[in-house]
């Protein structure tokens, strides 16, 4: 198999888990919402090239790391969907991941707006 068509195929397969995750996850759907929002304040306020750039990539690796999240939820539920202890703390851990992400952009906004706010 050629490199291009190796490419082609691990974009396939990256589509078909976003896919996957924007189908059976609400959660990627809202994050989605608030990155539209964010988006539009990153290009409507007078930030400096820097800033723009913290948020937005902030705002995709939420996404991505909510994708990551999912990934860990599947593989728990494929290995027995009985309740363990262990299975819990490994979702859990996965969605503290996403919390903690979002709570950086979030903070990354707040010291954003105390700059416009200050100057």
Wanted: charged residues 15%.
């Amino acid at each position: 198999m050629n490199e291009w068509q190796k490419i082609k195929q691990r974009a396939a397969w990256s589509w078909q888990g976003w896919a996957h995750v924007w189908r059976t996850e609400a959660s990627l759907q809202q994050w989605i919402w608030a990155n539209v929002v964010s988006i539009a304040f990153a290009l409507y306020l007078p930030l400096t090239g820097g800033e723009r750039a913290v948020v937005l990539m902030g705002g995709i690796f939420v996404l991505a790391v909510e994708c990551l999240n999912t990934a860990i939820e599947r593989v728990v539920d494929d290995i027995s969907t009985d309740h363990r202890d262990r299975a819990g703390q490994a979702k859990d851990a996965g969605s503290a991941a996403v919390a903690i992400f979002a709570i950086g952009v979030a903070l990354a906004w707040c010291a954003i707006i105390w700059r416009l706010l200050t100057a």
